[in-house]
C-alpha cells in the first residue's frame, strides 16, 4: 500500500496523541474498588477452601498445598532454559485444572486473585 493509504489513519493518531483520550476519573474508582473487593472475597474464599491463610504469591504455599497436600504431579516449566525447573504458572494450572477437574474450585480461585 502507498503513503496515501496510511495518511488518514496517521492524521486522526496524530490527533489522538495531541489531545489525549478523555477518561472517567470517577468510574475508574469505582471499578478499582470493585475489583479489590472482588479480590479480597475470592481471598477469603480461598482461605476457607484451604483451611488456613494462604498466600498465592508464596511458592513455598502453593507447592506444599498443590503437591503435598492436594497429591498433585509437579508441571515442568517449558521452553530452552527450563532446565527441569516445576513451576505452577498460568499454564501449569490450567493443565492441572483439566486433568483434576475435583480441584478446579481452588485454581479458579488462584487465578482470580493474581
Avoid: C, W
Avoid at 475470592?42 to 477452601?49: I, K, S
Avoid at 504455599?61 to 508441571?75: A, T
Amino acid at each position: 500500500m502507498g503513503h496515501h493509504a496510511y495518511a488518514p489513519l496517521s492524521h486522526t493518531l496524530a490527533n489522538v496523541q495531541h489531545r489525549g483520550i478523555p477518561l472517567d476519573i470517577d468510574r475508574r474508582e469505582e471499578l478499582i474498588v470493585e475489583y479489590e473487593d472482588a479480590i479480597d472475597k475470592a481471598q477469603v474464599e480461598l482461605d476457607d477452601l484451604v483451611g488456613r491463610k494462604f498466600n498465592i504469591k508464596s511458592k513455598k504455599d502453593m507447592e506444599d498445598y498443590v503437591h503435598g497436600y492436594l497429591k498433585l504431579p509437579k508441571q515442568k516449566k517449558k521452553g530452552k532454559d527450563s532446565k527441569g525447573q516445576h513451576t505452577l504458572d498460568k499454564t501449569a494450572r490450567a493443565t492441572l485444572r483439566r486433568r483434576y477437574p475435583d480441584h478446579i474450585k481452588f485454581f479458579d480461585l488462584v487465578d482470580e486473585i493474581a
